[in-house]
């Protein structure tokens, strides 16, 4: 049965998040960063302790999607100080054979259900410039707000915020 499923994820889920990472990030990223971005971005944000801080110290949720037992997608998120009522949506990646498939929607959308029953008024986003993500996120409702060039150690990152009112 391929049935689909999505769980918050614990500290023991901190090995499929990070799987699930290396897998997807540098096919995700290859033509949108440098080699060296990449490397140094994923080293600095996807390790396991990296992962755990996010959960225990930034107090990010991460959910996994499943199909069957096999992991096959990760989001997370977590509450913004300014503007008040504000979440972001700190991470969504899929396993690049599950792209394009809805399983991104549908990771966005229990996103969207988490923090709304939080009491979120907006939930907002960063996307590289250059990431053809960009047209998933409009689709899906969100608009640019804000272009940034934002340092991160001797890198840029180069992106939009996108902003959606969440209902």
């Given at each position: 049965m391929n049935t689909l499923s999505i769980k918050v994820a614990s500290i023991e889920d901190i090995p499929a998040i990070v799987k699930i990472a290396y897998d997807?990030?540098?096919?995700?990223?290859?033509?949108?960063?440098?080699?060296?971005q990449?490397?140094?971005?994923?080293?600095?944000?996807?390790?396991?302790?990296s992962i755990y801080k996010q959960m225990d110290f930034y107090k990010h949720a991460?959910?996994?999607?499943?199909?069957?037992?096999?992991?096959?997608?990760?989001?997370?998120?977590?509450?913004?100080e300014e503007p008040i009522n504000t979440y972001k949506l700190q991470k969504l990646y899929l396993l690049p054979s599950q792209q394009n498939k809805g399983f991104g929607r549908m990771l966005l959308n229990e996103v969207e259900k988490q923090v709304a029953g939080l009491g979120a008024d907006h939930l907002q986003l960063n996307v590289n410039r250059k990431n053809p993500a960009l047209s998933f996120y409009?689709?899906?409702?969100?608009?640019?707000?804000?272009?940034?060039?934002?340092?991160?150690?001797?890198?840029?990152?180069?992106?939009?915020?996108?902003?959606?009112?969440?209902?």
């Open positions: 997807t990030w540098f096919v995700t990223y290859q033509d949108v960063i440098s080699q060296a990449i490397e140094y971005m994923f080293g600095e944000m996807y390790t396991p302790e991460f959910l996994i999607l499943y199909q069957a037992e096999m992991p096959i997608g990760f989001a997370s998120y977590g509450k913004l409009e689709k899906l409702g969100y608009e640019i707000i804000e272009t940034v060039d934002i340092p991160f150690a001797e890198f840029w990152l180069n992106d939009f915020i996108l902003s959606k009112k969440i209902a």
